[in-house]
């Protein structure tokens, strides 16, 4: 089973809500990774947690916050969003984070919305 | 994505070749990598090459690795409609005691009958 699963698969929200994004994955893997992609562009590195601590923080804002709840989930809070953080939210996982032999498989993504 | 460089798009007739190029400029470069992404779904890990390689294939897919050049290339034989994507290249190098990918911008491939 080399399978991400994200929910939702879409969101839409106003800019004074608080919504959560969840990842799931039952590979064993023990790196998990959000990335963000806007339209026409690649994803770009957002967190990266490495056994269920955050190794890795793209000085992302404070309206995103990260946490690893377990090994198999990763969940990403959001609040206050501005309408400029509307993009398709990735996640992915590896077997670890620090070897060069990790390939990372992604999920499907959740398109977020914010109005 | 500054240092992965792929042309923006391809077009090709169903049932020839596609050949994909991308520059890569980081030679501490481990694993070097081709994802595919369908409109609004998340990346498909299609191939990957180790940095010692020149060489792979995989059934319709071959990667060619020129390390001196820094240049790899995706070569999709009898390209069909349903290869039609963005492809992404990526190369994984060390960034604060990990290895995370780095991608290029992507390339287009639209296949038409």
Avoid at chain 1, 57 to 77: D, I, K, M
Avoid at chain 1, 83 to 106: H, I, M, N, R, V
Avoid at chain 2, 14 to 28: A, F, L
Wanted: proline share 5%; hydrophobic share 30%.
């Amino acid at each position: 089973d080399t399978e991400v699963t994200q929910t939702p698969k879409h969101l839409v929200m106003g800019m004074t809500n608080k919504k959560s994004l969840k990842c799931e994955q039952h590979m064993g893997h023990r790196a998990m990774y959000w990335y963000k992609q806007k339209a026409k562009k690649p994803p770009e590195l957002m967190f990266v947690y490495s056994y269920e601590k955050l190794s890795i923080n793209e000085s992302v804002p404070s309206r995103f916050s990260p946490e690893c709840p377990n090994s198999s989930l990763l969940n990403l809070h959001l609040h206050a969003l501005q309408p400029e953080d509307s993009a398709l939210y990735l996640c992915a996982s590896s077997q670890t984070s620090g070897g060069y032999t990790d390939t990372q498989y992604f999920g499907p993504g959740t398109r977020l919305t914010v109005l | 994505g500054e240092d992965v460089e792929q042309s923006l798009f391809l077009s090709v007739r169903e049932g020839d070749s596609s050949v994909i190029n991308c520059t890569y400029t980081d030679s501490s470069s481990t694993y070097l990598y081709w994802y595919k992404q369908e409109p609004g779904a998340g990346l498909q890990l299609l191939t990957y090459i180790f940095s010692n390689m020149d060489m792979k294939q995989d059934q319709r897919l071959t990667v060619l690795l020129n390390k001196k050049d820094k240049h790899l290339s995706l070569r999709i034989a009898d390209t069909q409609t349903g290869d039609s994507a963005i492809y992404f290249c990526a190369e994984s190098i060390p960034s604060g005691g990990s290895y995370i990918p780095t991608f290029g911008r992507g390339t287009s491939l639209i296949v038409h009958p």
